[in-house]
């Protein structure tokens, strides 16, 4: 047979190329892309505590799982996830929720972590361990505030916030202390000032071939009841320092707040400002020294 009358016989037959098994790609719930979009819009420019929030994929196996006014974290793995903060005790319900809601199974936390021992964010943590079963990990500050429901008595918003319900403790960090699960790594940095048990948590989620430091960085800030002079602390003022300055210097991809506005997660989740910048925390950092200065200088006697 000729070379031609070949090429034509084969032409009418349909031809199998084995190629090996179909690549299948992972569809992971609420991507960014859309999901972030909605978060801002439902969100706008509320802080409402316990306002109902779309989740969304930030980054790799990080999600956002908190309400328009408070942050949660879920950062999965198959041996077991991790929730950082809970949100109020009603807000622990939308955060259940928002797992579910992604697919996932609340059963599946393994640990509960926290920024700091206030009410507003981690006031639902009984609620959230009763749900999942989950280990509660705390400072040794912040335990004695899980052990007893009340605000230490140095804390510069003592007196003016309710009671945390009380929940089991099972693990004690410090500063560089990690939590693992499975491929999941979690460093502590205690960055007290805040609060004195205040945490701020580093990990790395990937997308694929990329991979970026996530911070969950605690508030930082200057914030107290009326009565409170920061100048008359000069111990607390110091910590609240250092605790800067440890943020300033952590590697920052991608920087998650306890309070969506203090880093502008709605417009970054949205797409109109940046998801990622290595300068998140140094600039976040920067902007805290900013708001203590200004606090000390307005305490200052007029002169």
């Known amino acids: ?3 031609s009358l070949m090429l034509a016989a084969l032409a009418g037959q349909q031809i199998s190329i084995p190629l090996g098994k179909p690549v299948v790609y992972e569809k992971f719930p609420a991507p960014i892309a859309v999901a972030g979009p909605a978060f801002a819009r439902t969100c706008g420019d509320n802080d409402d505590w316990d306002k109902p929030a779309p989740p969304v994929r930030i980054f790799g196996n990080t999600y956002y799982v908190g309400t328009c006014g408070i942050s949660a974290i879920l950062i999965t793995d198959k041996a077991g996830d991790v929730l950082i903060d809970s949100g109020t005790e009603k807000g622990a319900d939308l955060v259940a929720a928002n797992i579910r809601r992604l697919g996932f199974q609340l059963s599946d ?3 509960l972590l926290h920024s700091h021992e206030h009410v507003d964010h981690v006031g639902g943590m009984a609620r959230l361990q009763q749900l999942t079963g989950a280990q509660l990990v705390a400072s040794a500050p912040a335990a004695q505030v899980f052990r ?3 605000t230490a008595a140095d804390d510069p918003q003592a007196g003016i916030l309710p009671r945390v ?3 089991t403790v099972g693990r004690i960090v410090k500063d560089g202390d990690t939590v693992r699960s499975g491929g999941l790594q979690l460093t502590a940095t205690a960055t007290p000032g805040h609060t004195a048990g205040a945490l701020s948590w580093s990990w790395v989620s990937c997308d694929g071939g990329v991979c970026r430091t996530m911070v969950f960085a605690d508030s930082l800030s200057p914030v107290s009841r ?5 100048t008359d602390h000069p111990a607390w003022v110091a910590s609240l320092r250092q605790g800067i300055a440890k943020m300033a210097g952590l590697e920052c991809d991608i920087l998650l707040t306890p309070h969506p506005g203090a880093s502008n997660m709605r417009q970054r989740f949205g797409g109109t400002a940046a998801l990622f910048d290595p300068e998140g925390c140094r600039n976040y950092a920067a902007a ?3 708001a203590l200065d200004e606090r000390l200088a307005k305490e200052a006697p007029s002169k």
Do not use: N
């Not at 009326?226 to 920061?230: G, K, L």
């Open 1 to 3: 047979m000729s070379v």
């Open 109 to 111: 936390v393994k640990y």
């Open 148 to 150: 007893t429901g009340v």
């Open 165 to 167: 319900p009380t929940v």
């Open 226 to 230: 009326d009565d409170y002079r920061f």
């Open 288 to 290: 805290k020294t900013k």
